[in-house]
């Protein structure tokens, strides 16, 4: 699996979307500031993500993007799969009954694909959540972190 631009810059958005207190609306415009993205290719990706059903667009002064659900309730494979990143592996393969090592490195990638996948759907918004608010405490208390 390999992350593009459109994956890396969706769960850069969703993250800092789960990061906004009570989780009110952003704008696209706000979010790009934020994480120094392009507001335009934001927008498309976010328009991905509402069809998804991982946010919800309110209109207004106030309005914006908002998550849909709890960040606990948001899987970064859902977010990957979205914006059309391929989680599936490379083209079909199937392995010649007589090559034992075919058969062999058919089955080690065919479970490597499995534990990529269970991780993906296994890692929740919350968790980066989380990831994002203790690197933010370390970076403010960066002086007096003793390890």
């Given at each position: 699996?390999?992350?593009t ?9 969703m ?14 415009k ?19 993500l ?15 993007y908002?998550l ?32 034992a ?5 058919y ?41």
């Open positions: 699996m390999k992350l631009t459109r994956g890396h810059y969706s769960v850069r958005a993250l800092d979307l789960s990061l906004q207190p009570k989780h009110k609306p952003t704008s696209v706000a979010i790009a500031q934020r994480q120094e993205l392009p507001a335009p290719y934001l927008e498309k990706l976010l328009i991905e509402r069809r998804a059903g991982l946010v919800e667009s309110i209109r207004g002064s106030q309005g914006g908002r849909s659900r709890s960040p606990a309730q948001i899987s970064l494979g859902q977010i990957l799969e979205a914006v059309g990143e391929a989680i599936e592996p490379l083209p079909k393969h199937t392995p010649e009954a007589e090559q090592e075919d058969w062999v490195t089955t080690l990638w065919h479970r490597l694909h499995q534990k990529l996948k269970e991780a993906l759907y296994g890692i929740t918004l919350e968790d980066l959540y989380y990831d994002a608010r203790s690197w933010q405490a370390m970076q403010r208390n960066a002086d007096s972190f003793v390890v």
